[in-house]
């Protein structure tokens, strides 16, 4: 059981040979109820039509027993004879006699013949050493005197040494008058019967049961009765079915101990019935052996399929342990791995190991870098303490140059040290990443005022936001590099004027448009601009790309996929750069 449930061989071949084996023995069962309900159908119409064959054969037989009676009348003589009213002389008795011998000497089967004249009364009996001889009644004019059963049919069934005889009784009859002058009868031995019957029997099949008549009286059968033998069990169900259906001559009966097959055939009036038991032993052993096959094929494909299964297996999982194996070097360090060449047709197993060879690599190069940036992590820690020092310094001084132009009376020169050093101040703040809106706006104030100082008249700048905008967060230096693009780019390269407009609108998002009117971008420089922020990387062919691009990249990298942004340019006319963040509805702040 532990096997079981470690190996994954064991857990491939058992389901398979699960999924396997279920799917069979559905089939199995089905197939087996199938195949008996088809070899029960085959057996069935191939014994009907065998028996169509048999029947008419039979009917054929007892035609010819019947046409005897009228070889009589190809002998003149004995016709006269028998048709005389006069007592026959010993010597026309004897002719009679011998007549009659010859007339049935050539079917052996045929036992005692009598011939009783309704003339004259008179019996004449043949073939007595092979059977009793029959008594017939006298005759009272062309009747017989008193009722006798079996001499009232052309075909009855009589009994000798328990044995079931046919008995034919064939009127002889005046083909003037019409009327019966006489009567023959005979035994007729089942040898002949037996014969034509015995395309029918098999040593699997069941009894054969032949009936003469409406009324279904045992003729010959192949299984041993006595002479007073009672109905069979299905013999009141078969004729009632006979009687109800009267078009339908053939059919089955279903029984504990099989099918009995019928058929039934009425030609020059006698009606032949032969019944046929095909036994579910016979049924059962036929769809048995077809499921033995069956099964044997099954065991074979279940065989191959498990040492398929088997040697699939295997072979995967030897390729599984091998990426394993590299795993655990991962695991210990070894970033260093043996690369694989990709095979012409790669399957999934290869795929998996090409990409985890390429992870490794990823992840080496990754661990340099992490290894890198932590070393001038901890360099720029340093040169951060060191210089620490330097803005209080800074600070000191412009308070004290401050306070020596207000000495000085320099209000002016005072105030641009003022501005100057709460522009400083807002730079060299490194604790916050995010500030409100305010701020960034106030700090844009202070650039600008020193950037008036400088161009006069050149710079015009409009600010517009609204009171609900000042409270949003966003990341902190995004408005100054904006306005110091456009003047580096619109006023110191170009006509030597600029006109700038901030312009801030709040949605469901915050919009920041920044216009101005100087000498704008060239589709390559926006191509460059795009190019950067996508790849994560700085534009250095020229400096004029590089404070945009950042201010893109931050915020992208601080907004996330709701961060959208635009430029379009016509140069001396109108230079947009518009950003579009998302707002937190929450706080109203920006994500």
């Known amino acids: 059981m532990k096997l079981i449930k470690g190996s994954i061989i064991s857990k491939i071949i058992i389901s398979l040979i699960v999924a396997t084996t279920i799917p069979f023995i559905v089939s199995n069962y089905l197939s087996y109820q199938i195949t008996g309900t088809a070899i029960k159908t085959q057996l069935v119409e191939l014994n009907q039509n065998s028996m ?130 006489g009567l023959t009868t ?11 019957i015995a395309s029918l029997t098999t040593s699997e099949h069941g009894p054969i049961y032949l009936f003469i008549g ?5 003729l010959y059968t192949t299984e041993e009765t006595s002479e007073s033998y009672p109905e069979l069990p299905w013999q009141s169900e078969l004729n009632q079915r006979l009687q109800d259906s009267s078009s339908l001559n053939k059919g089955e009966l279903q029984a504990t101990e099989g099918s009995y097959v019928y058929y039934q ?16 032993s016979l049924i059962n052993a036929a769809r048995t052996n077809a499921l033995n096959k069956t099964l044997l094929i099954q065991i074979v494909s279940l065989i191959f399929v498990s040492v398929l299964a088997a040697f699939i297996s295997y072979y995967m999982l030897r390729r599984v342990k091998l ?17 694989k060449p990709k095979p012409a047709t790669p399957d999934e197993l290869d795929l998996l190991e090409l990409r985890f060879q390429e992870m490794a690599s990823e992840l080496d190069e990754l661990w340099n870098k992490q290894y890198r940036h932590q070393l001038e992590l901890s360099q720029a820690r340093l040169k951060m303490l060191q210089a620490q020092i330097n803005p209080h310094f800074f600070y000191n001084t412009l308070q004290s140059i401050g306070t020596l132009a207000i000495k000085a009376n320099a209000r002016e020169v005072s105030d641009r040290l003022a501005e100057f050093g709460a522009l400083f101040r807002y730079t060299m703040d490194i604790e916050s990443e995010a500030v409100n809106l305010s701020d960034e706006m106030a700090h844009l104030e202070h650039y600008i005022v020193l950037q008036k100082g400088r161009y006069k008249n050149k710079l015009q700048v409009d600010l517009r936001c609204p009171e609900e905008a000042l409270t949003i ?48 971008f060239t589709d390559d420089q926006i191509n460059q601009v795009k190019k950067s922020v996508i790849e994560q990387q700085t534009v250095v062919t020229e400096k004029k790309g590089i404070g945009l691009a950042n201010v893109l990249k931050r915020l992208a990298l601080y907004c996330g996929n709701g961060f959208e942004w635009s430029i379009t340019s016509a140069p001396y006319e109108q230079t947009t750069v518009a950003l579009m963040l998302p707002i937190d509805p929450t706080r109203g702040e920006n994500v």
């Not at 409406?214 to 045992?218: A, F, Q």
């Open 186 to 196: 005979f035994d007729v031995k089942p040898a002949q019967i037996r014969s034509m």
């Open 323 to 339: 990426m394993l194996q590299h795993i655990k070097r991962l695991q210990m360090g070894n970033f260093q791995l043996k690369r």
């Open 214 to 218: 409406e009324d279904m009286e045992l």
């Open 52 to 181: 169509s064959i048999t029947l008419s054969t039979l009917h054929s037989y007892f035609h010819d027993l019947s046409l005897l009676g009228l070889s009589y009348f190809s002998d003149v003589t004995l016709v006269r004879l028998l048709s005389s009213t006069e007592p026959q002389t010993p010597a026309e008795s004897v002719y009679i006699a011998q007549r009659l011998e010859q007339i049935y000497g050539n079917h052996g089967e045929i036992g005692s013949v009598s011939y009783k004249s309704a003339l004259t009364n008179k019996q004449f009996n043949i073939r007595q050493n092979y059977n009793s001889k029959v008594t017939i009644p006298d005759f009272n004019g062309q009747e017989l005197s008193y009722a006798h059963d079996e001499l009232q049919q052309p075909f009855q069934v009589t009994y000798y040494n328990k044995e079931r005889r046919l008995r034919v009784n064939k009127p002889f009859i005046d083909i003037e008058t019409r009327e019966i002058i």
């Open 265 to 280: 055939t009425n030609t020059n009036g006698t009606t032949l019935t032969l019944v046929k038991l095909i036994p579910e």
């Open 473 to 520: 967060r966003v990341p902190k230096m995004i408005l100054q590099p904006l306005v110091e693009n456009s003047i580096i780019h619109g006023l110191e390269r170009g006509n030597g004027t600029i006109h700038i407009t901030v312009n801030i609108v709040v949605t469901d998002k915050l919009l920041i448009e920044v216009i101005d009117n100087g000498k704008g």
